[in-house]
């Protein structure tokens, strides 16, 4: 699946849970953050994030780190900086999982960067995984009865 026909399905569960009157499910933040995120769209990914910090869920430092380190093929060293200069020009909350998404993103570029790597994709230092989400997404978007768990 072409990564905007994901990002139109997402926004679309997305809008669905809101007309609803249910918080979407944390696994739509996070993927629509990695998606704008690789589609360079960095305040869109902060506006989301800023959006995620007020849901009653958290997202660790290291899910965070986890989700950009398996998918280092799809955004560079060179797009998290953008990602972390983008949140820090922006005003957004000091909540949770604000924080713990800044705190991955100094830690990925510091350690990428005294490697000497700045601008390689995460995948020359890090194997590349299929992405952990995508499988619950797709189960997700195609039976959105699973949008409880």
């Not at 994901?6 to 679309?12: G, P, Q, S």
């Not at 972390?84 to 005003?91: G, V």
């Amino acid at each position: 699946m072409k990564a905007k026909n994901l990002f139109y399905l997402l926004e679309h569960a997305f809008d669905m849970s809101l007309e609803a009157g249910e918080i979407p499910h944390t696994l739509i933040f996070i993927e629509m953050v990695f998606q704008a995120t690789a589609q360079h769209d960095y305040k869109r990914a902060v506006t989301l994030v800023n959006a995620m910090a007020h849901a009653p869920f958290q997202v660790s430092e290291r899910q965070w780190t986890d989700l950009f380190e398996k998918n280092g093929d799809t955004i560079t060293q060179d797009g998290l900086e953008k990602l972390l200069d983008a949140l820090h020009n922006c005003d957004v909350g000091s909540e949770a999982t604000v924080l713990n998404l800044s705190r991955s993103l100094l830690r990925l570029c510091q350690s990428y960067r005294s490697r000497g790597l700045s601008s390689s994709p995460l995948s020359a230092v890090e194997p590349q995984k299929h992405h952990p989400w995508m499988v619950i997404m797709r189960k997700f978007m195609i039976c959105p009865q699973h949008s409880k768990y």
